[in-house]
C-alpha cells in the first residue's frame, strides 16, 4: 500500500509560479509511474505530467513548455514547477502513483489533492 500526499498548491497571480511536491509512503517494492492530473468541477480530470522510474517524461499539451516535473529517488517525491500560471491552470491537482508491491504486482493510488488558484 502506498499513500500519496500532495502539497504546495495556493493562491497565484497569473504568470507565476508554484511547486507542488507529491510525498509517497507506505510499503511497496517500486514506485513505477508518479502522474500529476488536474480536474475542474464538471470536468473530466487531465493528465499534466508523468515521470516514471527511468526518468522519462511525458506533458500535457496545455502545460509543455510552462511545467516541469522531477522527482528525489531517495525523499520518494516527485514535484512539479509550474511557471507562467494562467487562469486556465486553476484546478485541483492530484498526483497518482503506480506502484509494485513485493509480490509483483501493480496498484494505483491517488492523493487527495492540491487546490491551485490562478487569478489577480
Known amino acids: 500500500q502506498v499513500q500519496l500526499v500532495e502539497s504546495g498548491g495556493g493562491l497565484v497571480q497569473p504568470g507565476g509560479s508554484l511547486r507542488l511536491s507529491c510525498a509517497a509512503s507506505?510499503?511497496?517494492?517500486?514506485?513505477?509511474?508518479i502522474d500529476w492530473y488536474r480536474q475542474v468541477p464538471g470536468e473530466a480530470r487531465e493528465l499534466v505530467a508523468r515521470?516514471?522510474?527511468?526518468?522519462?517524461?511525458d506533458y500535457g499539451d496545455s502545460v509543455k513548455g510552462r511545467f516541469t516535473i522531477s522527482r528525489d529517488n531517495a525523499k520518494n517525491t516527485v514535484y512539479l514547477q509550474m511557471n507562467s500560471l494562467k487562469p486556465e491552470d486553476t484546478a485541483v491537482y492530484y498526483c497518482?502513483?503506480?506502484?509494485?508491491?513485493?509480490?509483483?504486482?501493480?496498484?494505483?493510488?491517488w492523493g487527495q489533492g492540491t487546490q491551485v488558484t490562478v487569478s489577480s
Open positions: 497518482n502513483a503506480l506502484y509494485s508491491d513485493y509480490e509483483g504486482l501493480i496498484f494505483g493510488s
Open positions: 507506505g510499503t511497496f517494492f517500486k514506485i513505477n509511474n
Open positions: 515521470i516514471n522510474s527511468g526518468g522519462n517524461i
